[in-house]
């Protein structure tokens, strides 16, 4: 059975970092597509940033570009979203999601949120 583990959210000046990962466990799976959702209180959840499977094409919303990076990490099947120069405007749970492959099926997981606070 596949599991998604999210952590890496807290509290931080303007201008500091955070690193956002989540760990895929279970047995013999694949990593395809994943990316990450906020949702900041009173608003709706938007993308911020996603990455494919094969080709590893990355985009980002225009909101992050430059500050934010998404990668994964083979080795330890984890998925990860680097935050830099952070604004009080990043303020929000973040979520992230993984499709994964094994023999039996092929489905989007979801992390269980972590929340972000900048303060200005």
């Known amino acids: 059975q596949v599991q998604l583990v999210e952590s890496g959210g807290g509290s931080v000046q303007a201008g500091g970092s955070l690193r956002l990962s989540c760990v895929v466990s279970?047995?013999?799976?694949?990593?395809?597509?994943h990316g990450w959702y906020r949702q900041a209180p009173g608003k709706q959840r938007e993308l911020v940033a996603s990455?494919?499977?094969?080709?590893?094409?990355?985009s980002y919303a225009d909101f992050v570009k430059g500050r934010f990076t998404i990668g994964r990490d083979n080795a330890e099947n984890t998925v990860y979203l680097q935050m830099n120069g952070l604004e009080p405007e990043d303020t929000g749970v973040y979520y992230c999601?993984?499709?994964?492959?094994?023999?039996?099926?092929?489905?989007?997981?979801w992390g269980q949120g972590t929340q972000v606070t900048v303060s200005s």
């Open positions: 990455m494919s499977a094969v080709v590893g094409a990355i």
């Open positions: 279970g047995s013999e799976f694949s990593i395809g597509f």
């Open positions: 999601y993984v499709h994964v492959t094994t023999q039996a099926s092929a489905d989007t997981y």
